[in-house]
Every structure is written in structure tokens, then in C-alpha cells.
Antibody, heavy 123, light 108 residues
């Protein structure tokens, strides 16, 4: 059964770079059937899509975060990663990794999610 | 961006009630809409895709409808396990993919 698991520091200092990794178990980020996503949720608030990556390295980013975001994929390790630079307290959130299907727009909904990891931005 | 507006933001209901949640898009999204259920401390779970298609394993008491700019999620008979927050998401445009603000279904 395919599962996603986020990992990374739970505390990041302001102005530094947030780095998270999502490991795909029971499957591979090398699949040509899916895009791999990062989505975040500030405490008590709604969901915000950060961006997506395909196994080939093709990416889509939320324009509101594009200048600070890099998503990369390592198919040999079945992992994909998020880097968010110049973080502030507003970036404090639960960060989820997820996936959606390849064909736009037919299956660009999120059918599998990780459990999420809380990242707090504080000095 | 396509803005997604859900109403109400909070809904109080009893077990057995019929519950309806509305999601409005700022422009037409055809039927490219999904609904998710989220319980406290858990990741969202896909319920409905393409506005009205039930995800595998989701109880049939959940029904989605609508097209264009107005959509509804109906729970025909609310069960104890259904008290949660529900989100809609549009995927007509990926610049960016956007969610509604959420509707919390509380026990009356």
C-alpha cells in the first residue's frame, strides 16, 4: 500500500530556509502516472497548495510563493523535497505531501496525502 | 487566481440530519471540483472528484453536485463519524490550484 511520509526540522529560524522531504513507500516517484505535491495549512486555517513536481522534474508553483520555493525529485530514493527560503512566522504551518494524477485537469485532485508535519518559524 | 468561497463556515447539526455545504467559484470551473473531509490532527481525505464522482470507499450518503460556479456537497443522513471540516478544491486552473476556506460541521 502506497504511503507518503514527511520528514524534516520542526523548527526553523526566521530568514532561514525550510527544508522538507517526502518519502514514498510502496511505490515510486518515478511513476509517469502522478505529480507529487506540497500543501500547507497554518494552525486553525485553510489549505494552500505550494507546488507540484513530475518525475521528469517538470514543476508547477503557486505564483504567491514561486520566488521562494524549490521542489525537487529523487526517483532513485522515491523521494521529493521542498525548500522554502526567507521564512517568516507566516510560514508556520502543517506541511503535507500529496499526489495528483498526470492528466490535467481530469485528475488534478489530491487522492493520497501524508500525515503532515508541523513546522514552526521562530527564533 | 480562481477564488473558492464556501458557506456556511460553521454548521451545527444532529445525527441523522441532511446537511448541505455550498462552494462557489469566482469563475466557471466546469466540473473540475473536489471535496475533502478533514478531521482534527489528520490529513484531508478525498470524498468527491469531478464535482459528483464518489471516491472509492466513501459512503454513498455523500453526494456532490453542480457545475460552472456553484457546487454543493450533501450528506444525506449525518453520522457521528461525519463531524469534521470539509473543503472544496478547484482544478480548472493550476495557476494556482485553490481551496475553499472550509466548513466545520459541529454537533448541535
Amino acid at each position: 500500500q502506497l504511503q507518503l511520509q514527511e520528514s524534516g526540522p520542526g523548527l526553523v529560524k526566521p530568514s532561514e530556509t525550510l527544508s522538507l522531504t517526502c518519502t514514498v513507500s510502496g511505490g515510486s516517484t518515478g511513476s509517469n502516472d502522478y505529480y507529487w505535491d506540497w500543501i500547507r495549512q497554518p494552525p486553525g486555517k485553510g489549505l494552500e497548495w505550494i507546488g507540484s513536481i513530475y518525475y521528469s522534474g517538470n514543476t508547477y508553483y503557486n505564483p504567491s510563493l514561486r520566488s521562494r520555493v524549490t521542489i525537487s525529485v529523487d526517483t532513485s530514493k522515491s523521494q521529493f523535497s521542498l525548500k522554502l527560503s526567507s521564512v517568516t512566522a507566516a510560514d508556520t504551518a502543517v506541511y503535507y505531501c500529496a499526489r495528483h494524477g498526470y492528466t490535467w485537469p481530469v485528475n488534478w485532485n489530491f487522492d493520497l496525502w501524508g500525515r503532515g508535519t508541523l513546522v514552526t518559524v521562530s527564533s | 487566481d480562481i477564488q473558492m468561497t464556501q458557506s456556511p463556515s460553521t454548521l451545527s447539526a444532529s445525527v441523522g440530519d441532511r446537511v448541505t455545504i455550498t462552494c462557489r467559484a469566482s469563475q466557471s470551473i466546469n466540473t473540475w471540483l473536489a471535496w475533502y473531509q478533514q478531521k482534527p490532527g489528520r490529513a484531508p481525505n478525498l470524498l468527491i472528484y469531478k464535482a459528483s464522482s464518489l471516491e472509492s470507499g466513501v459512503p454513498s450518503r455523500f453526494r456532490g453536485s453542480g457545475s460552472g460556479t456553484e457546487f454543493t456537497l450533501t450528506i444525506s443522513s449525518l453520522q457521528p463519524d461525519d463531524f469534521a471540516t470539509y473543503y472544496c478544491q478547484q482544478y480548472e486552473s493550476y495557476s494556482p490550484l485553490t481551496f475553499g476556506g472550509g466548513t466545520k460541521v459541529e454537533i448541535k
